[in-house]
């Protein structure tokens, strides 16, 4: 089945450490995603991938960094640098062209101790 | 001004009620336009397209307005598994194309 997978589902994290959330998608997508959801509120995009080897910084990329080596790979590190890490992350990825949808992986819920 | 703008409720109707929710954006190069459900600590996931012509499926009904800038969705028949967030999400032309989202409308339907 085609899809968007995350992993891990559920992660904790000592203050000061770098954690990376893997995301892998198998439906051909040029473009990747990656957004956070705070708990009430709606999705902010951290960093986005429109094609392999190249991202771009969304609304709040500091204190986040992501990698594009493969179109099927967009994984996201949260560094020791972002101040409020916990949250649920989620990646999309989309076909090329305004009227494509984006698909949703499950979503990792990252809890910084 | 925010992008794309929804009530953010919550709707609280009873089961069977009719519902609509709308959804503004700003920028009228604004090309495609989805509404997606997000249920409680799950993905958003896509309920459906909205075209110029306006589309419906099955409960559900979808609109477009250009000249006021904004989007419709219309529950039928509420049923108690509606009970979610719905998402609006505007898609501009001419650029790269990043989706943007508004914050959500909740939806409860209680028996």
């Known amino acids: 089945d085609g899809g968007i997978t995350q992993s891990p589902k559920y992660l904790f994290r000592k203050e000061g450490q770098n954690v990376t959330l893997s995301c892998e998608q198998n439906?051909?997508?040029?473009?990747m995603y990656w957004y956070r959801q705070d708990p009430g509120q709606g999705l902010r995009l951290i960093y986005y991938?429109?094609?392999?080897?190249?991202?771009q910084k969304g609304d709040i990329a500091e204190g986040y960094s992501v990698s594009r080596e493969k179109k099927e790979s967009f994984p996201l590190t949260v560094t020791s640098a972002q101040k409020n890490p916990t949250a649920f992350y989620l990646c999309?990825?989309?076909?090329?062209?305004?009227?494509?949808?984006?698909?949703f992986g499950p979503g990792t819920r990252l809890t910084v101790l | 001004r925010k992008e794309v703008e929804q009530d953010p409720g919550p709707f609280n109707v009873p089961e069977g009620a009719t519902v609509a929710f709308n959804c503004t954006y700003s920028?009228?190069?604004?090309?495609?336009f989805f509404w997606y459900r997000q249920d409680c600590r799950k993905e958003p996931k896509l309920l459906m397209s909205?075209?110029?012509s306006g589309n419906e499926d099955g409960r559900f009904t979808a609109q477009l307005n250009r000249a006021s800038q904004y989007i419709s969705l219309l529950i039928r028949d509420s049923k108690l598994s509606d009970s979610a967030t719905y998402l609006c999400?505007?898609?501009?032309?001419?650029?790269?194309?990043?989706?943007?989202f508004g914050r959500g409308t909740s939806l409860i339907v209680h028996p």
């Open positions: 999309a990825s989309r076909g090329f062209g305004s009227y494509n949808e984006q698909f």
């Open positions: 439906l051909n997508h040029d473009a």
């Open positions: 991938s429109q094609i392999v080897n190249d991202f």
């Open positions: 920028n009228s190069a604004s090309q495609s």
């Open positions: 909205v075209y110029s």
């Open positions: 999400v505007v898609i501009v032309s001419g650029g790269s194309y990043i989706p943007t």
